[in-house]
T-cell receptor
């Protein structure tokens, strides 16, 4: 089955700096890669996703890049703010016309200091 | 966006009792729902995939007789933790994929179970 590795496990940055979280996956058939933000005790919230036919996607301060050859994808947050502090999970799945099972990375705790 | 509601948000029970958690898709029909368990400071671990009208598919290592899943309608799936023990204390989260919605899964608010 799919295996998703995520690094780093914790990341501390100063407000205004950029943060980068990296994930690798094992199943070359995976074609959908979402990123979730989870605040303590709350549900995961989708913040951005990318499909395998796209190399990069951006939404305001958040961007995701995908390297299919290396089976590697990354989350980039620019101009970080204290409210960005949370746990971020990457995930991978095979998305077709039916359901797909998400395999999550272990998560990265991002702390943005004012 | 689509909404998935989970109830109860918190439950405390005595060891040996059973607890039912409900997961509802409020504004869409969900053929498939997923149940996850999350221990403190850990990732979401898929427990089972719940399909409307059929038996759930359990992940390896998850006891189907302990974690009973019922998906009787397109808007409701339930997880029953039977004969709960302290080691079952965890954060349980469901998610659902809507029909006609390509890609995104929607998560419930989660249910924190504490077994005394």
């Amino acid at each position: 089955g799919e295996n998703v590795e995520q690094h780093p496990s914790t990341l501390s940055v100063q407000e205004g700096d950029s943060a980068v979280i990296k994930c690798t996956y094992s199943d070359s058939a995976s074609n959908y890669f979402p990123w979730y933000k989870q605040e303590l005790g709350k549900r995961p919230q989708l913040i951005i996703d990318i499909r395998s036919n796209v190399g990069e996607k951006k939404d305001q301060r958040i961007a995701v890049t995908l390297n299919k050859t290396a089976k590697h994808f990354s989350l980039h947050i620019t101009e970080t703010q204290p409210e960005d502090s949370a746990v971020y999970f990457c995930a991978a799945s095979i998305r077709n016309s039916g359901y797909s099972t998400l395999t999550f990375g272990k998560g990265t705790m991002l702390l943005v200091s004012p | 966006g689509a909404v998935v509601s989970q109830h109860p948000s918190r439950v405390i029970c005595k060891s040996g009792t059973s607890v039912k958690i409900e997961c509802r898709s409020l504004d869409f029909q969900a053929t498939t729902m997923f149940w996850y368990r999350q221990f403190p400071k850990q990732s979401l671990m898929l427990m089972a995939t719940s399909n409307e009208g059929s038996k759930a598919t359990y992940e390896q290592g998850v006891e189907k007789d302990k974690f009973l899943i019922n998906h009787a309608s397109l808007t409701l799936s339930t997880l029953t933790v039977t004969s709960a023990h302290p080691e079952d204390s965890s954060f349980y989260i469901c998610s659902a994929m809507g029909q006609g919605i390509t890609g995104e899964l929607f998560f419930g608010e989660g249910s924190r179970l504490t077994v005394l």
